[in-house]
Every structure is written in C-alpha cells, then in structure tokens.
C-alpha cells in the first residue's frame, strides 16, 4: 500500500506548499499529491482552488494573477502563525524538493497539460510523476503525449470505474466513503490499482486498508504511518 500525502501533509502544515511537503517528507510517505493552476503569464502554481481568497492574503483568480503577483502572498498565516510568510510554490520549485518522491500532479483546469508536462519531462521525472485529474480529456492528452506518465481518474461516483477501464488508466481514485471491497476487486481484476482519497481519521484509514485499496491519499500521513506501525 503506498502512503500518499494530500496536498503534503494538509491536516498539519498549510496546503500545497514547501512547508506541507516537507513535513509529509518528516513524516514518512511513499509520495505526494498536489494541485496545479496556471497564472495569468502562463507559469504553473500549486493551488487547489481556482482563487487564491480560501488560502492566502490575497483574493482574486489564479489565471488573472501574474506570478510575482502570486508570489507576493502569504499561503501560510491563515492555517496559523508559525506559517507566517509561505509562499505558493511553483510546480518546478515543488518537483525539485520531492524529486525523490512519488509525485501525484492534479490536473484542476483542462489546457494546462502541455505546460505542466514540459516540466515533468524538463526536470527528468517522469517516471516518478502520476498525472490525476477528474477531467477525462486531461488524461487522454497525457496519454498521447507522453506514455510513460502513469494516469489516474479522480471520481465520487463507483461506477466511473469503466471510464477510467476506458481510459486505460492505471488507477482508479475514488472518495473513500464510496470505496468497499467489490470495486477494489473489480478494479484489481482489470489490472488496475485502486486509490481512495482523504481517509483522514482512524476509523476510515482502517476501513480503506481492510478492504485492500493500494493507495491511500490523506491529509494525516502521520495517523496512516501510527496504524501501519502500531496496528
């Protein structure tokens, strides 16, 4: 089962940025996920949102922001004080820090593929990088493009599962409220890993392991490693 930290470690560090990757880093995961958007001069930023309002100083959209502009904001303070001053990374300066690591690169808007490819494939990562999305046209690019990228569909709803079949996907990522041990059986019998995303209290991480889901995505990667461990 691989440990994936979402977000980096986003129960415990601000979202998506240096100090979450570094602190799922402290703690031990086999990999990360993180959101990428693109600002208004074409560069590739991590930011869940389509707006910069819910985790930082600022407020606006991405795409109508410039880098330095973006760059000028603090990530970090509303998630608390000791945070005070993060910045919002680059994808570039995020791969260089997890360039060890198993990175999962969600795709949030449709035509940044291109972009965020060419710096994957710039910094020689390719084999370490997923691309995971819930837009199905950004994992038909990737595939095209580059097919040594490893793709997975991101979905709430079980019976996606033939889309990602489909798509020929290497795994299929779904809420973990909606995962049980039949759709890991289906997955598994088409050759694909199952996923299931944001399991973040105990209860549900070890639901998600007793139904045998190869990869768990979780804001608590320090919990997952305490179970793992612990039992």
């Known amino acids: 089962m691989l440990r994936i930290g979402h977000r980096g470690a986003s129960g415990l560090a601000p979202e998506n940025t240096l100090a979450s990757f570094r602190k799922a880093?402290?703690?031990?995961?086999?990999?990360?996920?993180?959101?990428?958007?693109?600002?208004?001069?074409?560069?590739?930023?991590?930011?869940?949102?389509?707006?910069?309002?819910?985790?930082?100083?600022?407020?606006?959209?991405?795409?109508?922001?410039?880098?330095?502009?973006?760059?000028?904001?603090?990530?970090?303070?509303?998630?608390?004080?000791?945070?005070?001053?993060?910045?919002?990374?680059?994808?570039?300066?995020?791969?260089?820090?997890?360039?060890?690591?198993?990175?999962?690169?969600?795709?949030?808007?449709?035509?940044?593929?291109?972009?965020?490819?060419?710096?994957?494939?710039?910094?020689?990562?390719?084999?370490?990088?997923?691309?995971?999305?819930?837009?199905?046209?950004?994992?038909?690019?990737?595939?095209?493009?580059?097919?040594?990228?490893?793709?997975?569909?991101?979905?709430?709803?079980?019976?996606?599962?033939q889309v990602a079949l489909n798509l020929k996907a290497d795994a299929f990522s779904l809420l973990h409220t909606m995962a049980d041990r039949s759709i890991v059986k289906k997955a598994h019998r088409y050759r694909m890993l199952l996923c299931v995303w944001t399991p973040n209290n105990e209860e549900e991480m070890r639901k998600s392991i007793k139904i045998g889901a190869d990869i768990l995505t979780t804001d608590f990667p320090d919990r997952l490693n305490r179970i793992i461990h612990h039992g």
């Open 25 to 161: 880093l402290e703690i031990g995961v086999d990999g990360v996920e993180l959101d990428v958007r693109e600002t208004k001069d074409h560069e590739i930023v991590l930011m869940h949102d389509g707006k910069v309002d819910r985790t930082t100083n600022g407020s606006g959209f991405v795409r109508d922001m410039t880098l330095s502009e973006i760059k000028r904001l603090d990530a970090g303070s509303k998630f608390g004080p000791n945070f005070r001053g993060e910045k919002v990374p680059t994808l570039k300066e995020a791969l260089e820090l997890l360039n060890e690591k198993l990175v999962m690169i969600e795709i949030k808007e449709e035509g940044t593929e291109e972009k965020v490819l060419g710096i994957v494939r710039s910094m020689n990562m390719e084999k370490n990088v997923w691309i995971v999305s819930f837009h199905r046209s950004a994992l038909v690019y990737t595939r095209q493009m580059n097919n040594n990228l490893k793709i997975a569909l991101i979905s709430e709803k079980p019976e996606d599962l």
